[in-house]
């Protein structure tokens, strides 16, 4: 069966460190791989997309990689700070239109 | 630009009932998604309209259904409500023309079924 994992314990790190959250997948050949953030009480908001034929995406402190062969995605986030803090969830898009399937999402805390 | 935005933002209703949710896309949008979220199961899709055509479909029973307006706003009706329908649900617009866009969220609909 189709499954999309996410670590699903929460991640503490320290500010300053390199956060780095996992998506694997199984059963799917995405054409795209989306990441986003989720605050408490509110919608996900897009950050990063990566398509099957890169390896890396990169924007500011955000880094995303993209292995087809080990069906995996990395997310990182360098020299974190508190207001990092929040739920990522990576999502993908496996044919037309815009229908996305998310994973459960890893909660990321970042402490001083 | 305003962003997408969803009516009404919390609703409580009883089992058996019926609810529609509303969701106005970004200014020129023309793709909206529907999402259910449930703390068990997640963002799960439920289905993805464009041009006033449902484009996509999830896996979900035919008690859940929508529609969109020739103006791009959506709205998702959920028939005899149940228990288990409690949830978080969240519209997405998008342009639609082109795969793999960035999909704008709406703040959700926070439903209690009791």
């Known amino acids: 069966s189709q499954k999309i994992e996410q670590n699903s314990e929460a991640l503490n790190i320290q500010e300053g460190k390199t956060a780095t959250l996992t998506c694997n997948y199984t059963?799917?050949?995405?054409?795209?791989l989306q990441w986003y953030r989720q605050d408490p009480g509110r919608g996900p908001v897009f950050l990063l997309l990566?398509?099957?034929?890169?390896k890396e995406k990169r924007k500011e402190r955000l880094k995303v990689t993209f292995d087809t062969t080990l069906k995996q995605s990395l997310f990182h986030i360098t020299a974190s700070q508190p207001a990092d803090s929040a739920t990522y969830l990576c999502a993908l898009l496996a044919g037309g239109g815009n229908k996305l399937t998310f994973g459960t999402g890893t909660q990321l805390k970042v402490e001083l | 630009k305003a962003g997408v935005t969803q009516t009404p933002r919390y609703l409580i209703k009883t089992r058996g009932q019926q609810v529609t949710l509303s969701c106005s896309p970004i200014s020129g949008h023309r793709s909206v998604s529907w999402y259910q979220q449930t703390p068990g199961q997640g963002l799960q899709f439920l289905f993805e309209y464009f041009s006033e055509t449902q484009r996509n479909k999830g896996n979900f029973p035919g008690r859940f259904s929508g529609r969109q307006f020739s103006n791009s706003r959506s709205e998702m009706n959920v028939s005899t409500l149940e228990l288990g329908d409690s949830a978080l649900y969240l519209c997405?617009?998008?342009?639609?023309?082109?795969?793999?866009?960035?999909?704008?969220f709406g703040p959700g609909t926070r439903l209690l079924v009791l």
């Open positions: 997405a617009s998008s342009g639609g023309t082109s795969e793999g866009e960035t999909q704008y």
């Open positions: 059963n799917y050949s995405p054409a795209y």
């Open positions: 990566i398509r099957e034929n890169e």
